[in-house]
């Protein structure tokens, strides 16, 4: 790697005493823990391509602005990746996939040309997958042979909004939705009980009024013979909960089916400031039941034990706001309403400062304030116009610091193999969202000062090491040097400790590693496969190696 300018060294140990006799579990006997988790984002659309027969279906066509019309990625392209093992060789062990709902069938106009829903957050059923993503029996698949790779899943949702009204769209009735204010994020009743854009009805989560089912949703249903199921189930639902029939209980109640049908591990909340925040622990709690009940009759598909996971974009929310978020007059407490972690938004900034001044203010806040909760890093992303790296010149640098970063991390489809965040000709949110540049991947495109191969090398190898080490993400953070940039991180959980200690920079001489290591034990060298021996405390590292991981 030509573009690394420093020697990471990474020393790991486990152990289930404090003395120096290592004893070093296998890893099946690792726990995993959602704090350290390694989680790939993808927009289904728009990474691997499947089935060719579900690309045109609605009568969508490709007449919408660049990088603004559907473009044949679906639940099958998915699912042949995760069989090829891609996933695995990155390290990843979950997937967080944008929603599968079906979207409205026609397109808009936001001022940037004329756009279709391939993004997934524009519904109008949330009981129907729709037909560019796959069938329900494609997205099952997916799951189960997913939760075979030891990755969980991650479904996308949203309660906030429907999807903008088109020429053969009609608008959710209005006991349902409500078309004005429009947010103006001056405080709280301005962010929440108002709607995000013009012409994205906002669902009246604050109501309690009952509702009935919209008349072309119903119509819809019954064309597909399936209206009195859906109503039988409603009904069960509603006497079982207690809840009264508002629009926002159908919504919960739609998408807890996917959790109770497909064993899906948790959400990921859409628009999260825009709601009030009871409504999260009401879908928290009742995606908790539906994922106990699933794993209770589906022993052998189970990937583990944990309990249903979800985490919240609060767009804006940063490590340093700790447990709250404020919206200028009001503060709320989100981890309190079901979330385990937020997105941090102070990440793709924070990435310009030092090693230290990201991992040692993380790692304080994690093991405090946050303790038993997490953040997920993130370096680029689907609407964030101020990714780090935006024209892909540190891709080196960007993995290490993310994939090294306390807390979990989310890693954008493409970050590693440098796919193109800027697109000639596309305005506005798009040009975030190319298609996965698979071409590149397989010619092992050069760009200026490295190959695309030696991009995906690198960040498979730190996600391997961070998906085989808990401490990494979940540990207490300690500085030992600034010079070489030496620390460690130390985990204990479920009765076994795993340590870790890593060395950033050139260093002079032999290593000293008897910190955490004995003389004589065998270490193998992750990154390069050399292997060593520890001789006094010590280990002679090439100052060749401008990567090495170091492990029993």
Same mark, same amino acid.
């Given at each position: 790697?030509?573009h690394?300018?420093t020697?990471l060294l990474?020393?790991?140990?486990? #152990?289930?005493?404090?003395?120096?006799a290592?004893?070093?579990?296998k890893?099946?006997?690792?726990?995993?823990?959602w704090?350290?988790?390694?989680?790939?984002f993808?927009?289904?659309?728009?990474?691997?391509n499947?089935?060719?027969?579900?690309?045109?279906?609605?009568?969508?066509?490709?007449d919408?602005?660049?990088?603004?019309?559907f473009m044949?990625?679906?639940?099958k392209?998915?699912? $042949?990746?995760?069989?090829e093992?891609?996933?695995?060789?990155l390290?990843i062990?979950?997937i967080?996939?944008?929603?599968?709902?079906?979207?409205?069938?026609?397109?808009?106009?936001e001022?940037?040309?004329?756009?279709?829903?391939?993004?997934?957050?524009w519904?109008?059923?949330?009981?129907?997958?729709?037909p560019?993503?796959?069938?329900?029996?494609?997205y099952?698949?997916?799951?189960?042979? %997913?939760?075979?790779?030891?990755? $969980?899943?991650?479904?996308?949702v949203?309660?906030?909004?429907?999807?903008?009204?088109?020429?053969?769209?009609?608008?959710?009735?209005?006991?349902?939705?409500?078309t004005?204010?429009?947010?103006? +994020?001056?405080g709280?009743e301005?962010?929440? #009980?108002?709607?995000?854009?013009?012409?994205?009805?906002?669902?009246?989560?604050?109501?309690?009024n009952?509702?009935?089912?919209?008349?072309?949703?119903?119509?819809?249903?019954?064309?597909?013979?399936?209206?009195?199921?859906?109503l039988?189930?409603?009904?069960?639902?509603?006497? $079982?909960?207690?809840y009264?029939r508002?629009?926002?209980?159908y919504?919960?109640?739609?998408?807890?089916?996917?959790?109770?049908?497909?064993?899906?591990?948790?959400?990921?909340?859409d628009? %999260?400031k825009?709601?009030?925040?009871?409504?999260? %622990?009401?879908?928290?709690?009742?995606?908790?039941?539906?994922?106990?009940?699933?794993?209770?009759?589906?022993?052998?598909?189970?990937?583990?034990?944990?309990?249903?996971?979800?985490?919240?974009?609060?767009?804006? +929310?940063?490590?340093?706001?700790k447990?709250d978020?404020?919206?200028?007059?009001s503060?709320v407490?989100?981890?309190?309403?079901g979330?385990?972690?937020?997105?941090?938004?102070?990440?793709? #900034?924070?990435a310009?400062k030092?090693?230290?001044?990201?991992?040692?203010?993380y790692?304080?806040?994690?093991?405090?304030?946050?303790?038993?909760?997490?953040?997920?890093?993130?370096i680029?992303?689907?609407?964030d116009?101020?990714?780090?790296?935006?024209?892909?010149e540190?891709?080196?640098?960007?993995?290490?610091?993310?994939?090294?970063?306390?807390?979990?991390v989310?890693?954008?489809?493409?970050?590693?193999?440098? $796919?193109?965040?800027?697109?000639?000709?596309?305005?506005?949110?798009?040009?975030?969202?190319s298609?996965?540049?698979?071409?590149?991947?397989?010619?092992d495109?050069?760009?200026?000062?490295y190959?695309?191969?030696?991009?995906?090398?690198?960040?498979?190898?730190?996600?391997?090491?961070?998906?085989?080490?808990?401490?990494?993400?979940?540990?207490?953070?300690?500085?030992?040097?600034?010079q070489?940039?030496?620390?460690t991180r130390?985990?204990?959980?479920q009765?076994?400790?795993?340590?870790?200690?890593?060395?950033?920079?050139?260093?002079?001489?032999?290593?000293?590693?008897s910190?955490?290591?004995?003389?004589?034990?065998?270490?193998?060298? +992750?990154?390069?496969?050399?292997?060593?021996?520890?001789?006094n405390?010590?280990i002679?590292?090439?100052?060749?190696?401008?990567?090495?991981?170091?492990?029993?």
């Amino acid at each position: 790697m030509k573009h690394i300018f420093t020697i990471l060294l990474v020393l790991l140990v486990f #152990s289930c005493s404090t003395d120096k006799a290592i004893k070093a579990p296998k890893l099946s006997e690792l726990p995993f823990m959602w704090e350290n988790a390694s989680v790939y984002f993808l927009l289904t659309d728009r990474f691997n391509n499947g089935d060719l027969s579900n690309d045109t279906p609605l009568n969508r066509k490709q007449d919408g602005g660049k990088l603004r019309s559907f473009m044949g990625g679906d639940i099958k392209g998915i699912t $042949r990746k995760i069989e090829e093992g891609y996933f695995d060789k990155l390290g990843i062990n979950a997937i967080w996939l944008t929603p599968p709902i079906e979207q409205i069938h026609g397109s808009t106009d936001e001022g940037w040309g004329k756009t279709y829903a391939y993004h997934g957050y524009w519904a109008r059923d949330w009981t129907s997958l729709d037909p560019n993503y796959g069938t329900m029996a494609e997205y099952k698949e997916m799951v189960d042979i %997913a939760h075979e790779h030891g990755i $969980r899943i991650l479904m996308d949702v949203v309660l906030n909004h429907t999807g903008p009204v088109t020429d053969i769209d009609s608008q959710w009735p209005d006991d349902w939705v409500i078309t004005s204010p429009q947010c103006t +994020y001056e405080g709280y009743e301005s962010t929440v #009980s108002c709607t995000l854009v013009e012409n994205l009805p906002d669902i009246r989560t604050n109501s309690n009024n009952a509702v009935e089912i919209p008349g072309f949703l119903a119509d819809k249903w019954r064309n597909e013979k399936r209206l009195d199921m859906e109503l039988e189930e409603l009904n069960a639902f509603f006497e $079982r909960t207690g809840y009264p029939r508002a629009p926002k209980y159908y919504i919960i109640k739609w998408l807890i089916d996917y959790v109770r049908e497909l064993g899906i591990d948790g959400f990921r909340v859409d628009t %999260a400031k825009h709601l009030e925040a009871d409504i999260l %622990a009401e879908l928290y709690q009742e995606a908790l039941i539906a994922l106990k009940e699933w794993k209770a009759t589906n022993h052998d598909k189970k990937i583990d034990d944990l309990d249903f996971y979800m985490v919240g974009e609060v767009y804006g +929310y940063g490590i340093q706001g700790k447990l709250d978020y404020n919206y200028g007059d009001s503060v709320v407490n989100f981890f309190d309403h079901g979330f385990k972690a937020m997105i941090n938004f102070s990440f793709k #900034s924070d990435a310009a400062k030092s090693y230290e001044d990201i991992y040692g203010e993380y790692s304080e806040i994690l093991n405090s304030d946050l303790s038993g909760l997490s953040v997920m890093n993130y370096i680029s992303s689907h609407d964030d116009d101020g990714p780090y790296d935006l024209n892909r010149e540190k891709v080196f640098e960007a993995g290490t610091k993310l994939l090294l970063s306390p807390g979990a991390v989310q890693i954008y489809y493409g970050d590693e193999i440098a $796919r193109p965040l800027t697109v000639e000709g596309t305005e506005g949110d798009a040009h975030l969202r190319s298609y996965m540049n698979w071409d590149e991947l397989e010619e092992d495109a050069e760009r200026s000062g490295y190959k695309i191969s030696e991009v995906l090398s690198h960040w498979q190898k730190l996600g391997q090491f961070r998906k085989a080490h808990p401490a990494v993400g979940a540990g207490i953070h300690k500085m030992i040097s600034k010079q070489p940039y030496i620390f460690t991180r130390t985990l204990e959980s479920q009765g076994l400790t795993d340590q870790v200690l890593v060395a950033i920079g050139k260093l002079k001489g032999p290593l000293k590693v008897s910190q955490v290591f004995s003389d004589g034990q065998q270490l193998k060298d +992750y990154y390069s496969g050399s292997e060593y021996t520890v001789k006094n405390g010590s280990i002679d590292v090439s100052l060749n190696e401008e990567l090495i991981l170091l492990g029993i």
